[in-house]
């Protein structure tokens, strides 16, 4: 459990009582204090932290990536055998669409927040596309992957990022190896079934514990083990600020939860630390 839940109702502009809720970007005073003080930060970003870049996330009942396609077609290594060439021009045109995105006020105020003088601002997240690299952050682990990080599926010899097509294709044959006879060049995310890289999930949970704040900004809560990140701060006592613009399987545990969406919320944020 993520460190006790406050029951004061003043800061929470939560769903629980819309009528009541403050505009998205004032920024409740108890979050306020909390990134005031805060010297060492982790975020813990997920689909929701690139939405207003234009970049679907997964599990939106309309626009949702997987209220459109079966992940088991396209995110899992079963997939991958069954056909190739599906799998690959789906990722393509991921890449396409990442490349025609730009980073949004979120992005860019975390970078920021990090340039901040003596802040220590690690960025750990869910996603695979390259918007904090492009809003000036570094980021400090990517659990699941890149979508610029092709490599072959059966040496594992790390190769270009092929050019995507133009328009969206059903099929597309992917490259082929240059250092092995049999392999295929395959995206370097992380499907499901498939263990996460042992490294950033290990430096992941260790800027969760080393921090004196983390913030988890825009996701569900429902993929492990990425879910399990912000509780392994609460159980040290430090606090978790949640900022979705929807209730999530972390609000529970959240110390605080700030219905706003990643461009509202972080500039806001970054603005008033003044
Ligand atoms: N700002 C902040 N949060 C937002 C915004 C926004 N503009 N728009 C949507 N959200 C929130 C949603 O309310 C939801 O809680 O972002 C969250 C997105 O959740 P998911 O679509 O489930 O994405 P995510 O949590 O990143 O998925 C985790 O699942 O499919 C796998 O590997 C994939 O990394 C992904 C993992």
Not at 89 to 118: C, D, F, T
Not at 132 to 151: D, T, Y
Not at 171 to 184: F, H, K, L, Y
Request: net charge negative.
């Amino acid at each position: 459990m993520v460190g006790a839940r406050h029951t004061d109702e003043n800061w929470r502009v939560s769903s629980a009582d819309p009528a009541r809720s403050t505009p998205a970007t004032d920024v409740p005073p108890a979050i306020l204090e909390l990134a005031r003080t805060a010297r060492r930060v982790t975020v813990l970003t997920g689909a929701g932290m690139s939405q207003e870049s234009g970049v679907a996330t997964f599990r939106d009942a309309v626009t949702g990536l997987w209220s459109n396609v079966d992940p088991n077609d396209f995110a899992t290594p079963e997939a991958w055998h069954r056909d190739k060439p599906a799998v690959n021009a789906w990722y393509l045109w991921r890449v396409h669409l990442v490349r025609e995105a730009e980073p949004n006020a979120g992005h860019l105020a975390l970078a920021q927040w990090a340039a901040r003088p003596g802040m220590t601002l690690r960025i750990v997240t869910q996603n695979i596309d390259d918007l904090h690299e492009r809003a000036g952050s570094s980021v400090f682990a990517h659990l699941h992957g890149s979508l610029f990080a092709w490599r072959c599926d059966r040496c594992g010899t790390a190769a270009p990022t092929p050019a995507p097509p133009t328009e969206p294709l059903a099929r597309v044959d992917p490259q082929e190896c240059q250092a092995c006879p049999q392999g295929d060049i395959r995206p370097g995310v992380v499907w499901f079934n498939e263990m996460l890289p042992t490294e950033p999930f290990t430096d992941a949970a260790q800027a969760c514990q080393s921090a004196d704040l983390v913030l988890v900004v825009g996701t569900s809560g429902v993929v492990q083990p990425a879910a399990s990140l912000p509780h392994l701060a609460g159980a040290r006592g430090i606090p978790v600020i949640e900022i979705d613009p929807r209730e999530t399987e972390f609000t529970y545990a959240a110390t605080h939860s700030w219905r706003a969406t990643a461009a509202q919320a972080l500039p806001a944020l970054v603005a008033a630390l003044g």
